[in-house]
């Protein structure tokens, strides 16, 4: 069974970010874990109710086909949080796929992974993927490799299809 590890943020996630790839996953009978800084209710920008299964602390990438990172201000809780880094370069080593939606794509620009890759991420976030080597793209999803990035709510049902879709092929190998 493929399975997929959602992270958010405890307070701040954007609502469509993570509900509508969520729902495409759910869709596909992937199995979705949800982390977040620790276990229990988690609240969206919007006002949306999310639960993490997990805290991130629990999390071990290799137990995952996919680490997806959501957007919103909260996900800046986790720029530098060195349990959201290490999670994030060990899926990235361990070839799963990695991505990130909004702001969230500084997280994979933090720990180097962005560097020479073509990403794209929220407006906000351009100069410091510039900063950190990344062929910043105009464009609501960007695959590069393993890694997807995408821009921001508007981006979201696309940035969940082409995970799934990825994740299709992959299960397909």
Do not use: W
Not at 135 to 151: Q, S
Not at 153 to 160: E, L, R, S
């Amino acid at each position: 069974m493929t399975k997929i590890l959602m992270i958010i943020a405890k307070d701040g996630f954007r609502d469509e970010e993570f509900l509508e790839p969520y729902s495409i996953f759910e869709e596909k009978g992937f199995k979705i874990t949800v982390a977040s800084k620790t276990a229990g209710p988690c609240k969206g920008k919007l006002g949306a109710d999310a639960v993490a299964d997990i805290g991130i602390s629990e999390a071990v990438a290799q137990d995952y086909d996919a680490v997806v990172f959501i957007g919103g201000p909260g996900s800046a809780d986790f720029f530098e949080d060195n349990t959201a880094l290490d999670l994030a370069s060990a899926a990235y080593k361990a070839e799963k796929i990695i991505a990130a939606i909004c702001i969230a794509p500084t997280i994979l620009a933090n720990v180097g992974m962005l560097e020479n890759k073509k990403a794209t991420a929220y407006p906000s976030e351009k100069e410091h993927l510039l900063e950190m080597k990344a062929e910043y793209i105009d464009d609501y999803v960007v695959v590069d490799g393993n890694i997807v990035t995408a821009n921001g709510p508007a981006a979201a049902k696309k940035f969940g299809e082409t995970i799934a879709n990825m994740l299709n092929l992959h299960t397909d190998l």
